[in-house]
Each structure stands twice: as C-alpha cells, then as structure tokens.
C-alpha cells in the first residue's frame, strides 16, 4: 500500500543506515528522525531494531505532538527529546542520537570538547557545549522530555544551526542539521573531533584552545556570508 509518508521514510531510513555504517552505533544503539515541517511530521526509527534489520516501513510516523500518524512498532524511546528540538528550533529537519564511543565518553566525563584545532573550526567555532546533569526530580518526570529541555537550557544564548551538535551529560551525544543527511554528516564529525580531542589532551594536558583568529578564519570561509570554501 502507497503512504504519503513514503518519501520521508525513506529518508529517514537512509540516514539510519549511514549510522553503524559510519560506525557511530553497534545493535541498536542510536536514532535518527527526518522532520517534514510543512507537513508538521516526523519518521523515526522504532524501537529496539537492528539496523541490518529494519525496513522502511518499520519506521514510525508521528505528528508534532507525538501521535502515532502512520507504523505499526512503537517508535524509538527517545522520540519525546526529538520532538522537542522540532517544536522548539526552526529550520531543523534533521536530528541524530548515538552513543559514539568518543563523543559519549566526553559526555560522560561531563566536559565540553575544547576547540583545539582547525578541523573543529571548520564546523563550529565554539567548544563543542555539555548540558547540565539532570536533576533526579527531572529524571522522574518525563525522562526523554526533560532531555530535550536540557538540551533546550544548554542553547539558550546558542544558535543550533551554528553549533549542531551537544553532549547530553551523563548519557551521549545528539546533533542536528537543516536536513536528515547533515544531521547524520554532524554525528560523524563530532565523533571524529572528540577523538582527536581525546588525543590532543592525552598528548598534552595543558594543550592550547585555538586562538580566536583561527577559529574566525576557519569558521567563516566555510559557513560565514563571504564563504569561499569548496566549489560554487
Ligand atoms: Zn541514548
């Protein structure tokens, strides 16, 4: 049977896959949604699949709200902070949760990953930031609502499109793009500048931030007005 949901499953199928095939997840670790603004509905991953197993139509469509509009498993358990970020951010329509080794181990030290370098600049051009710890009050609230506030209260003076990506403290990443695929390309990257975080400080404790002309040149000729990084 057609859905009129196919095309954004099978975007968010897709994006899935890039997941343990970018090696960001093992089993089931991890999620992606794909948000269609206009239509005010978001495909996500359900819960507990395999990678290797899911199909695109295992995947579950839901409204702004959280209603199940179309599937048949019940979406991933971390759908609430997902919808969160959608209501709350325009221009977002892509967001990824994974629990990369690196990344999470950042998280779970509860540190921000300093900008030590140019490959970091190139994608944003701050530490990457580490939310609060959850209050136990808040954990026995709404667990995956309260996640998607703390990541809310982390961005308050940020601009997710600018800085895609936190560390949830205590728990992993989640990051975000203007599209499914550039949510998934963020996940990568964070993982990547979390490794070579990792490094530079083992290598060096009292290793040096970037300094603030670097990270402007770097920033900028990649995603500021006058950008001339890659080709037109
Ligand atoms: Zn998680």
Redesign the pocket.
């Given at each position: 049977m057609s859905s009129p949901y196919r095309e954004l499953k099978e975007r968010a199928f897709c994006a899935n896959q890039e997941i343990p095939k970018r090696g960001l997840a093992i089993y089931t670790f991890g999620n992606v949604s794909a948000f269609d603004p206009e239509r005010g509905v978001m495909a996500i991953k359900p819960s507990g699949v395999a990678y290797d197993e899911l199909t695109v139509d295992d995947l579950v469509v839901l409204d702004i709200e959280g209603k199940i509009v179309e599937g048949k498993l019940r979406p991933s358990s971390?759908t609430a902070t997902h919808l969160v970020l959608y209501r709350n951010w325009t221009g977002i329509t892509g967001v990824v949760?994974t629990?990369s080794t690196y990344a999470t181990a950042w998280a779970q030290a509860r540190l921000p990953i300093p900008i030590y370098g140019t490959t970091h600049a190139d994608h944003l051009a701050e530490d990457v930031p580490c939310t609060a710890v959850m209050s136990d009050e808040a954990v026995e609230r709404d667990y995956e609502v309260e996640t998607g506030h703390q990541i809310l209260e982390c961005f308050k003076d940020r601009q997710p499109l600018h800085t895609p990506m936190v560390l949830v403290a205590g728990?992993?990443p989640f990051t975000w793009g203007k599209t499914p695929e550039k949510a998934v390309y963020h996940a990568a990257v964070l993982e990547e500048l979390a490794k070579m975080a990792f490094i530079t400080k083992s290598l060096n404790g009292d290793a040096a931030r970037l300094s603030n002309s670097l990270i402007h040149k770097h920033f900028e000729r990649k995603h500021g007005k006058n950008a001339y990084y890659g080709q037109k």
């Open positions: 971390d949760h629990h728990h992993a």
